[in-house]
């Protein structure tokens, strides 16, 4: 069987990966080339641009660093990827609202404040404490108590700089879990981070329209922009791999079920030779093709009598649930595809839309070999866990059918050499 046309590890670097070595004795400029050179495959800037920026003149260091800053600015500005968190009146707080109901649904709790600091709440105007309520779960008129022992609060902190609080109001008498407690937590810094990456790119835009640059200025103002950028990289990272605990969370059956998917998926992509980029993007997708199921219920999805056709429903209709969610996250918009058709089958027989072969992305195969391998050699309440030999000979048995044959020999080989 003819081999797919794939873009090798060397044609992409990911935004997590790391590199040893410094250009020019300079580690700013590795770090710039992993933030920016590396977005051609992300289509964000042009190749010329890029080998502009890497043709490094020192004899004009400072116009080098203005063109630097200049395009990291235009990446992570207030009108771009991070948009979801640049509000300045209050008619755009909306949106807070319903970041603080899907976390009232994540967690089933009753319900979720979210607060921030006079000085990133643009358009408001602080009630206490210098904090600013910009979004909640409970309705107008409901009264918050910021010293109600029962809450859970969790500040949003990066370093030294506070951009605000979640709080939390639990059920009455019941626990939030461990895992959605990290979750909250690894929400609020990923607030904390994304709000101070705003406040660097407008200072930084300030800057740059001052009449005299000094170049030590600029490498002090790319230094801080690079840093942030490498932390809001693994806070994203922490957030998806959290996420997915938590959906896990949500079944007693299903332990560390989107962990098992994730690994295999990225095992196939490391055998397949596939660029950095693309398996971070299969990974994240295998970590939460589940991901509607965070917003069901926990009653519902592990109850054992028979469903009504309300339950039948809500659960035939969670996938749009969790692309609805992942759309609102905007560093994780590429893995939407991935996730929204990994239930396609190779025979034009699956959902949502009937897709067949390889007009199916090749992301969603991985995927959905991954998830079905997975489950196979997961114990479930009607039957015991397949060994490795029982489980790769449903999947063969499958072939052409469900699956892409290429990826049955691909997931073989790597199970059995």
């Not at 600029?218 to 791999?241: M, P, Y």
């Not at 309300?310 to 659960?315: A, P």
């Not at 999947?395 to 049955?408: A, N, Q, R, T």
Request: hydrophobic letters at 40%; glycine letters at 6%.
């Amino acid at each position: 069987m003819a081999k797919e046309n794939f873009n090798k590890t060397e044609e992409g670097v990911s935004l997590f990966s790391r590199s040893a070595e410094f250009l020019d004795n300079d580690p700013l400029e590795e770090i710039f080339a992993l933030n920016l050179g590396d977005f051609l495959t992300e289509h964000l800037i042009s190749e010329e641009l890029a080998q502009k920026i890497k043709k490094h003149d020192n004899a004009d260091k400072a116009e080098s660093l203005k063109k630097q800053l200049l395009e990291l600015i235009s990446i992570y500005s207030i009108n771009n990827t991070l948009s979801v968190l640049g509000f300045t009146n209050k008619e755009d707080y909306i949106i807070y609202n319903s970041i603080a109901k899907t976390i009232v649904q994540m967690i089933d709790a009753k319900d979720c404040h979210i607060f921030l600091s006079s000085e990133f709440a643009k358009g408001m105007n602080p009630d206490n404490l210098n904090l600013v309520l910009v979004g909640s779960s409970a309705g107008p008129d409901e009264v918050i108590n910021i010293d109600d022992e029962d809450l859970i609060k969790v500040p949003m902190q990066y370093g030294s700089e506070n951009t605000g609080m979640i709080i939390i109001k639990p059920i009455e008498g019941k626990k939030v879990s461990d895992e959605f407690q990290k979750l909250i937590k690894v929400t609020a810094r990923l607030f904390a981070i994304s709000m101070l990456l705003l406040k660097l790119t407008d200072n930084v835009s300030r800057l740059l329209q001052e009449e005299e640059l000094d170049s030590t200025d600029l490498q002090h103002s790319r230094a801080e922009l690079t840093a942030v950028i490498g932390d809001l990289g693994e806070e994203q990272q922490n957030f998806v791999e959290m996420l997915a605990k938590a959906v896990d969370a949500k079944s007693e059956f299903h332990n560390n079920h989107s962990q098992h998917v994730a690994d295999l998926a990225k095992d196939i992509c490391d055998y397949l030779g596939l660029n950095e980029k693309t398996k971070d993007l299969i990974y994240y997708a295998g970590l939460l093709q589940n991901i509607g199921k965070i917003t069901i219920p926990e009653e519902l999805f592990n109850k054992k009598e028979k469903l009504s056709q309300e339950d039948w429903e809500t659960l035939q209709n969670h996938p749009n649930i969790g692309v609805s969610l992942l759309m609102s996250i905007n560093f994780l918009s590429e893995v939407i595809p991935y996730i929204h058709y990994h239930k396609e089958r190779w025979d034009g027989q699956g959902e949502p839309e009937g897709l067949k072969g390889r007009s199916i992305p090749f992301g969603s195969r991985i995927i959905a070999i991954a998830d079905a391998y997975c489950a196979l050699r997961e114990e479930r309440p009607y039957r015991k866990a397949m060994t490795e030999k029982e489980a790769m000979e449903v999947i063969e048995k499958e072939s052409g059918i469900k699956w892409d044959p290429y990826l049955v020999e691909t997931l073989d080989k790597i199970m059995f050499g």
